[in-house]
């Protein structure tokens, strides 16, 4: 049966059969990473050949239909983030969302969007902060190694794999669900776009960036069939 389901999947990516999802256009394929832009000072612009080469990755290890692989970002204030049923938020330092970005970005989630958090080293206290106002009744919590997002599409049996080492601590994930579907994923003291970047950006070994984008078309496989 899950073989079943993973087929199904494929197809409907294939076919672009998205449903409209009270708010998020999911009809909007082929798929993009947009990064998401918020004030406060934060680089949240840092790396951006990280997405276009995720998104080479897809087209070149799955059947998701990929448009081309280019640096596409969406302001957090702008209508625009509904175009995009996956968003990327990253960057070393702080973030400050007014209270009605955070409200456009609870919108969002509740919709059928999906917010990928990756903690570039330095943004963490800050994150942990803003996401209580974009989900004030509800808590980050671990997600457990059996978790889907971690065999979606290759095997992580122990979780995140551990990119960069920053303070020594092990790599975590944690989610927010709303409605029972995972809508915010965080990845704390591994930073997985960091791997997607240019090999000069950080000289990450080939192994580790073999694992990145691994992990990186686990979140993107979960996220689209979910």
């Excluded at 449903?19 to 798929?31: E, I, L």
């Excluded at 917010?115 to 106002?133: C, N, T, V, W």
Aim: charged letters at 25%; hydrophobic letters at 30%; a negative charge.
């Amino acid at each position: 049966m899950k073989i079943l389901a993973v087929v199904f999947f494929f197809l409907l990516i294939g076919t672009n059969i998205y449903a409209q999802n009270d708010g998020v256009n999911k009809n909007s394929s082929p798929f993009k990473i947009a990064r998401l832009k918020y004030s406060g000072g934060g680089d949240w612009y840092n790396d951006p050949s990280a997405e276009v080469n995720m998104m080479d990755y897809l087209k070149k290890n799955t059947t998701i239909d990929v448009d081309e692989p280019k640096f596409y970002s969406v302001d957090v204030a702008s209508d625009d983030i509904f175009n995009y049923p996956f968003i990327l938020l990253t960057g070393h330092g702080n973030i400050s969302f007014s209270e009605t970005e955070a409200a456009r970005l609870r919108k969002y989630c509740d919709s059928g969007g999906f917010l990928y958090a990756d903690d570039d080293y330095g943004m963490d206290e800050a994150f942990r902060k803003e996401i209580k106002k974009i989900f004030p009744n509800d808590e980050m919590k671990e997600l457990p190694f059996s978790h889907p997002i971690y065999s979606s599409h290759f095997k992580f049996p122990n979780g995140l794999p551990k990119i960069h080492e920053h303070d020594g601590k092990p790599a975590q994930g944690f989610g927010i669900y709303k409605n029972g579907r995972l809508c915010m994923y965080y990845t704390y003291e591994t930073n997985i776009s960091d791997g997607w970047a240019d090999t000069k950006e950080h000289n990450d070994p080939p192994e580790k960036k073999e694992e990145s984008f691994k992990m990186g078309t686990n979140i993107i496989v979960y996220s689209l069939s979910n």
